[in-house]
């Protein structure tokens, strides 16, 4: 596959929503040729309906943007890129089923379940998860064959009970009780939604052949963009409308959830993400002028709250 | 991991039962160690329900014993062998969900859902799915890394839309139709249960870095014994007990299911296994006597409808 770079990320001045339409775009159309409908069709139609939705793809983008800042290639990290989104449809198909959340929209669209039926949504769920892993194996070109089994290893992590799962768990466990610490909700967070950015992140630089201590750093950076955005995310439940986000909204109050405002009022919570969002941009000092994306990103994030 | 290899498989007379009792404890114990219980534990308890409740252990026994069979150790198996029972139990919690199959007991215990709850029960699917990758990614030892992303990428394949998932879906989909051909029972078949078997016995091979020709036959093996067992299956749901199978029996026909026996009957059903039987013994012959594990699962397979 030849993905070509049209945007110059050391052109002055920087403008990030032409570089994020940009590269929403190379990331759907390698979405799109990735997954193909064949016999049996229903399963196919049912893991693209949902991968094909629309949203940030904010995973994927930071990916890309990280194994180009550590020297990578665009080609090289896309098939890592389009696996991370299709974890995340993953995790939102099954969140969204009856016995989760219970959601019937999603970005504007009726949810899986609701389209194709409760079965099937589970199985594609499993098999955009199961397909995530395989399309990294066959497809990545160009790195160390170790690195890819790191990159497969922390994909596996991030997902599995010690990341995603493990996320919400405890906050299907937190529901309504009125005794969740804040620890707790840093549990679910870290969980539910850092994990996934951190090895969307790291991941991009493994498969650069990234010095470690430059994971390091990227790895900080991941984890507490990933804190920030979960804040804005709990602000916007309370502050956005539904057209605005496409998705519901007051759900958390209505369905007695600790959330960060619900610790520390809207105001507070606020600076709390702009904190986190300057000691993530910190990290990436130390790199050259390929680290503009990913300031632009960090401060995308707090944006989302005006 | 040391795993004491105390059943020389070169042996006269080969005792199948000892050497599959020896093989089941040997990993048993390695699933047991590979998932410790931490917070939150009620998903890892609840992985480990499933995951640690019995059965014959045969995608692993195959995994090890091709393995062997190809040059290499137990020990570079043993993670892969963990991992096949890992993705062999997300699809039967799966599949025993009320939206799927709604089964209450499996292997004559309740069944996920019915003791963790149906939310519980899809995450711990997907936890034990994402882990079986990772599982393989870290811990496999002594094998080429190449040859290691090729067993992951095969055990993807086997697991979604291409594999299990597919094989699923068209299962579903025929229920209680009266025009389902035998063409679609046999790609229901060779998706949900041959394919799993496949890479079981093909990823031994290429663990062991066996020559691809070794390899092709060894796949044609477990095609055939994965067709057979399914036909095997289909038999003892008519022939046995619940008590001696552990789970419910004559559901293919409270479903109106499409089974080999309704298309030929229970003796011709019977001759076919045999047959296939035969063809994958065939497939054996150019190997060394360590072949003799291989040739008696496959007897075994047809064993079961006496």
Excluded at 172 to 182: A, I, M, N, W, Y
Aim: glycine residues 8%; contains cysteine; aromatic residues 6%.
């Amino acid at each position: 596959m030849v993905v070509t770079n049209q945007i110059d990320p050391q052109a002055s001045p920087f403008d990030l929503s032409t570089y994020m339409a940009e590269r929403r775009g190379q990331v759907e159309a390698a979405l799109d040729k990735a997954l193909t409908v064949v016999y049996p069709e229903k399963i196919y139609e049912s893991m693209r309906y949902s991968l094909l939705a629309g949203g940030k793809r904010l995973r994927p983008i930071l990916c890309l943007a990280t194994c180009e800042l550590a020297g990578g290639s665009l080609e090289m990290a896309m098939p890592t890129a389009c696996a991370l989104e299709m974890v995340h449809t993953m995790s939102l198909i099954h969140d969204d089923l009856p016995a989760m959340d219970n959601d019937d929209y999603r970005r504007g669209q009726l949810t899986n379940h609701k389209v194709y039926g409760e079965d099937v949504a589970v199985l594609a769920g499993d098999a955009l998860l199961s397909y995530a892993f395989e399309h990294i194996a066959t497809q990545t070109k160009g790195a160390p064959a170790e690195n890819i089994l790191e990159v497969l290893a922390g994909l596996g992590r991030a997902v599995g009970a010690e990341g995603l799962v493990g996320g919400q768990i405890v906050d299907l466990d937190s529901e309504g009780k009125q005794d969740v610490t804040l620890e707790t909700l840093n549990f679910i967070h870290t969980h539910k939604t850092a994990a996934l950015l951190e090895v969307s992140v790291t991941s991009g630089a493994l498969l650069a052949n990234a010095p470690r201590p430059d994971i390091d750093k990227l790895r900080r950076y991941a984890q507490r963009i990933g804190l920030a955005f979960q804040i804005v995310d709990d602000i916007l439940d309370i502050t956005s409308t539904s057209e605005a986000l496409g998705k519901s909204v007051g759900k958390d109050l209505k369905a007695e959830k600790a959330t960060y405002p619900s610790f520390w009022g809207i105001e507070e919570s606020k600076r709390q993400a702009q904190q986190l969002i300057n000691q993530a941009k910190t990290e990436l000092h130390s790199f050259g002028p390929l680290n503009r994306p990913l300031l632009a990103i960090a401060d995308f994030i707090t944006a989302r709250t005006h």
